[in-house]
C-alpha cells in the first residue's frame, strides 16, 4: 500500500515509511554484527509482525530462516486465569541470497 492511495483517509502521519525502512537498515546491521557467522532464525508473531520482517529480511544480506507462531486468548474465564494460547508453525521460508543476480 502506498501513502498515495490513501492520502484523503490519513490524519497525521506519525513516523513515515522512509524513517520506517532506514530504521530497519539499522536493526539489520546490527544484527548482521551479533550473528556474524551464525545461524539466524527470524521469530515472528502473526499477523503483526509479517510485513515489519519482510522488509527487515530485504536488508539483511545473508542466508535465513523465519518462523511464525500465533498467540490468541481463549474464554474470559481462561484469560482470567492469566492464560494464552500459542501455536507455533511449522512452516519456514529459507531466504538465500543470490550471488550472481
Same mark, same amino acid.
Not at 492520502?7 to 556474524?36: F, H, M, P, T, W
Not at 494464552?84 to 519456514?92: A, C, L, P, S, W
Given at each position: 500500500?502506498? $501513502?498515495?492511495? $490513501?492520502?484523503? #483517509?490519513?490524519?497525521?502521519?506519525?513516523?513515515?515509511?522512509?524513517? $520506517?525502512?532506514?530504521?530497519? %537498515?539499522? $536493526? /539489520?546491521?546490527?544484527? #548482521?554484527?551479533? *550473528?556474524? %557467522?551464525?545461524?539466524?532464525?527470524?521469530? %515472528?508473531?502473526?499477523?503483526? /509482525?509479517? !510485513?515489519? !520482517?519482510?522488509?527487515?529480511?530485504?536488508?539483511?544480506?545473508?542466508?535465513? #530462516?523465519?518462523?511464525?507462531?500465533?498467540? *490468541?486468548?481463549?474464554?474470559?474465564? *481462561?484469560?482470567?486465569?492469566?492464560?494464552?494460547?500459542? #501455536?507455533?508453525?511449522? *512452516?519456514?521460508?529459507?531466504?538465500?541470497?543470490?550471488?550472481?543476480?
Amino acid at each position: 500500500m502506498k $501513502i498515495q492511495d $490513501i492520502q484523503n #483517509e490519513v490524519v497525521r502521519e506519525v513516523v513515515s515509511e522512509q524513517d $520506517i525502512d532506514n530504521k530497519l %537498515g539499522e $536493526i /539489520a546491521k546490527l544484527i #548482521e554484527k551479533d *550473528y556474524e %557467522g551464525k545461524d539466524l532464525l527470524l521469530v %515472528g508473531v502473526l499477523k503483526g /509482525a509479517v !510485513m515489519c !520482517m519482510a522488509d527487515l529480511s530485504r536488508h539483511l544480506s545473508r542466508h535465513l #530462516e523465519m518462523d511464525w507462531m500465533a498467540v *490468541y486468548l481463549r474464554t474470559r474465564n *481462561y484469560l482470567n486465569r492469566g492464560g494464552k494460547n500459542i #501455536e507455533r508453525f511449522r *512452516y519456514r521460508h529459507r531466504k538465500q541470497t543470490c550471488l550472481n543476480c
